[in-house]
């Protein structure tokens, strides 16, 4: 088992910056891919982006690509998001997930999830 916490969403304006972090306990953690995934209000949950064992490759969602980044620590069980330039369209619970298969935009296929995170942006 591998639990999973994030934390670092908040109120933000358009064109600002968030950091969110996910904190993994349990099982090695650089075993896994780890992705970030959204839902906002009244939307299906949607990949934002991937990350592999190594951190060798990123992968990204053509909304957040040149925006988002992400990373991870495996040394510190810690995956992150960092989010520049913010748009009112990035409003939502954001979501960092384990797999044991490679990255992969298809939810299903991940096996761990955190609780979430609520990020909004203000225009």
């Known amino acids: 088992q591998v639990q999973l916490a994030e934390s670092g969403g908040g109120l933000v304006q358009a064109g600002g910056s968030l950091r969110l972090s996910c904190a993994a306990t349990?099982?090695?953690?650089?075993?896994?891919?780890m992705a970030w995934f959204r839902q906002a209000p009244g939307k299906e949950r949607e990949f934002v982006a991937g990350i592999s064992r190594s951190a060798l490759w990123p992968y990204y969602a053509d909304s957040v690509k040149g925006r988002f980044t992400i990373s991870r620590a495996n040394a510190e069980n810690t995956a992150y998001l960092q989010m520049n330039s913010l748009k009112t369209e990035d409003t939502a619970v954001y979501y960092c997930?384990?797999?044991?298969?490679?990255?992969?935009?298809?939810?299903?296929?991940?096996?761990?999830w955190g609780q979430g995170t609520e990020v909004t942006v203000s225009s």
């Open positions: 349990g099982r090695t953690f650089s075993n896994y891919p």
């Open positions: 997930a384990a797999s044991s298969l490679p990255i992969s935009t298809d939810g299903a296929k991940y096996d761990y």
